[in-house]
C-alpha cells in the first residue's frame, strides 16, 4: 500500500479560516463580491485552493455562489435570521435542561465564572461577543452531545452575519445580561424546565432585537 502523507490542515482550510474571520469582523461585507483574483495574490496561492475555501464557507452559509457571476458573502434576509434563532433556541434550551438535571458543582462554577466575566464586559460590545460566545459553547459543551454541538456551531457561524445589530438596539446589552442571570439562576437550582424556558426567552429577545 502506498504512503500516504498528510499535513496537519490543508491549505484551503486555513484560507477559509482567513476568509471566515475577515466576514465576521465586516471587513468583507454582507453582499460583496469576493474578488478571486486578488485574494488569491494577497495570500500568494493559486486559485485552486482558495476556491475550495470559498466551497467550505458556502457549505457553511457564509457565501453564496452565483453561476457565472462568483462569490458573495452571504446577505441574512428576515427569514434566515428567523430560522436560525428558531433552532438555536431549541437546541440550546435542551442543552439547558440536560444541564440544569446533571452539571457538576464545578461544571456550574465554569458557567457563573464566565456569566461573572459578561456582566463586567458589559461596556465592551465585542469583547461581551466573545465572552458570550464561551459561555454558550461551554454550556454545550457540558450538555455533551457532539451532534448538537456541531449543528450550533453552524448555525452560529450564519448569526454571526448579523450579530453587529443584535446588540444595537439601545439597551439590548443589558437586557441579555438580565436574561443571563436568570438561565444562571434556574441552573444553579437544577431547575431544568425553568432553565430551557429562560433560554428559549433569550433566544426569542435576540431575534426581536436583531431583526
Known amino acids: ?19 471566515r474571520q475577515r466576514i465576521f469582523s465586516r471587513e468583507l461585507t454582507p453582499g460583496s463580491w469576493i474578488d478571486e483574483l486578488k485574494l488569491a495574490e494577497e495570500y500568494g496561492i493559486s ?10 464557507l458556502a457549505t457553511e452559509g457564509l457565501v453564496t455562489m452565483k453561476v457565472r457571476r462568483g462569490a458573495y458573502v452571504t446577505e441574512v434576509n428576515e427569514k434566515d435570521l ?15 435542561g440536560v444541564v440544569a438535571a446533571h452539571a457538576t458543582a464545578p461544571q456550574l462554577k465554569q458557567l457563573q465564572d464566565l456569566h461573572n466575566q459578561l456582566e ?4 465592551n460590545r465585542e469583547k461581551f461577543f466573545q465572552i ?11 450538555a455533551n452531545n457532539r451532534w448538537r454541538d456541531q449543528m450550533v456551531a453552524d448555525l452560529r457561524k450564519v448569526m454571526k452575519l448579523n450579530r453587529h445589530n443584535s446588540l444595537l438596539k439601545s439597551g439590548r446589552i443589558e437586557e441579555s445580561l ?22 428559549r426567552e433569550h433566544f426569542s429577545n435576540g431575534l426581536e432585537a436583531a431583526a
Not at 502523507?5 to 486555513?14: G, H
Not at 463586567?120 to 461596556?123: C, I
Not at 438580565?178 to 433560554?199: F, G, K, N, P, Y
Open 47 to 56: 486559485r485552486t485552493p482558495l476556491r475550495e475555501a470559498l466551497k467550505v
Open 132 to 142: 458570550n460566545e464561551e459561555f454558550h459553547m461551554r454550556l454545550l459543551e457540558i
Open 82 to 96: 428567523t430560522d436560525v434563532y428558531h433552532l438555536l433556541s431549541l437546541l440550546e434550551s435542551d442543552a439547558a
Open 178 to 199: 438580565a436574561e443571563h442571570r436568570a438561565i444562571m439562576q434556574a441552573l444553579t437550582a437544577h431547575d431544568a424546565v425553568a432553565a430551557m424556558q429562560r433560554m
Open 120 to 123: 463586567k464586559a458589559a461596556g
Open 1 to 19: 500500500m502506498a504512503v500516504v502523507s498528510l499535513t496537519p490542515r490543508a491549505l484551503y482550510e486555513e484560507v477559509a479560516e482567513l476568509l
